[in-house]
């Protein structure tokens, strides 16, 4: 999933969780939506693409690993 895809289904999300190793950041998308070139830094890859992996539970995203966060929204 390349960029445009990304950034429009974090649009449509109420909570986007990236994960990376042990930092994890959470872009409340309701209250401060943050700017597409700062979700794009968080949530693609050295290739441009959508880093994995990526859950979407209702209207909550998880981009990346962090077990502590999955076992918070599983």
């Given at each position: 999933m390349g960029s445009a895809e990304a950034l429009?289904?974090?649009?449509?999300?109420?909570?986007?969780?990236?994960?990376?190793?042990?930092?994890?950041?959470?872009?409340?998308?309701?209250?401060?939506?943050p700017a597409d070139a700062d979700l794009e830094e968080h949530m693609l890859?050295?290739?441009?693409?959508?880093?994995?992996?990526?859950l979407k539970i209702g209207k909550t995203i998880v981009v990346g690993y962090n077990e502590e966060v999955y076992r918070e929204v599983l």
């Amino acid at each position: 999933m390349g960029s445009a895809e990304a950034l429009e289904m974090a649009r449509k999300a109420k909570l986007v969780i990236v994960c990376k190793g042990k930092k994890v950041t959470r872009f409340e998308m309701k209250k401060d939506r943050p700017a597409d070139a700062d979700l794009e830094e968080h949530m693609l890859g050295p290739t441009g693409n959508l880093r994995a992996p990526l859950l979407k539970i209702g209207k909550t995203i998880v981009v990346g690993y962090n077990e502590e966060v999955y076992r918070e929204v599983l």
